[in-house]
């Protein structure tokens, strides 16, 4: 289920509204909060729109729209599918009611009564079953929308001590890489499987006539 949720300005990484957790859900999710805040500090222009970071038992969904980040922390067994329909959904619902707003804002939290649609969007979300049912009846799990095979899926661990990016670019050159490396292996073992062609047959007549010499001088 989703946890906690945070909306802030992209440019600035300015909070403007925030979902209200009770003590516990504070305590728990202290430190991946923390990771937010570093979320944030490495977007910029060219940051992947949506995008999932791996980090223990939680994941970090984010997406971006018309300036404003919308980060929700799930736990990891949640379905990114369903994640970002509710990240879509809450992008709407916002756009809609503060989206003229949202560049000349300059306090923080601006727009902390945008709780009270985040609390009733994540009860709507908060069972998969009802998530799902909801969805079919509202349209909200539109699948070319959510492929979420098309989203980027980073490690915290990445961003914290490899220094990753979450730039687009960044994103293209590892997939151009990982696709290298596929063709190489498909290169290879065609090689393999062509060598195999061409001499199998000298080596199967060459291994008869060693069975032939080997019986008949035996």
Not at 126 to 135: E, H, K, M, V, Y
Request: glycine share 4%; hydrophobic share 40%; with cysteine.
């Amino acid at each position: 289920m989703v946890k906690s949720t945070l909306v802030v300005r992209a440019s600035d990484a300015l909070p403007l509204a925030a979902s209200v957790d009770d003590e516990q859900t504070e305590q728990d999710l202290s430190e991946h909060k923390q990771q937010a805040k570093l979320i944030f500090r490495r977007i910029g222009p060219n940051s992947e729109p949506r995008c999932t970071i791996e980090s223990g038992p939680y994941n970090l969904h984010y997406l971006i729209a018309d300036n404003v980040i919308y980060l929700a922390i799930a736990e990891k067994s949640y379905p990114r599918k369903l994640a970002f329909s509710y990240l879509d959904e809450l992008s709407k619902e916002f756009q809609t009611s503060y989206g003229a707003k949202v560049d000349s804002v300059r306090k923080p939290y601006a727009f902390i009564g945008f709780d009270t649609f985040m609390s009733k969007t994540t009860r709507l979300y908060q069972d998969t079953r009802t998530a799902n049912a909801a969805g079919s009846h509202l349209n909200k799990l539109n699948d070319e929308l959510q492929d979420v095979t098309r989203i980027m899926t980073k490690n915290m661990e990445e961003l914290l001590w490899r220094g990753d990016s979450l730039d687009r670019m960044s994103h293209l050159s590892t997939s151009l890489r990982s696709e290298s490396e596929k063709y190489r292996r498909a290169a290879r073992n065609i090689n393999i499987n062509a060598m195999i062609r061409q001499y199998a047959p000298i080596g199967a007549v060459a291994l008869v006539l060693i069975i032939f010499i080997y019986w008949r001088f035996s």
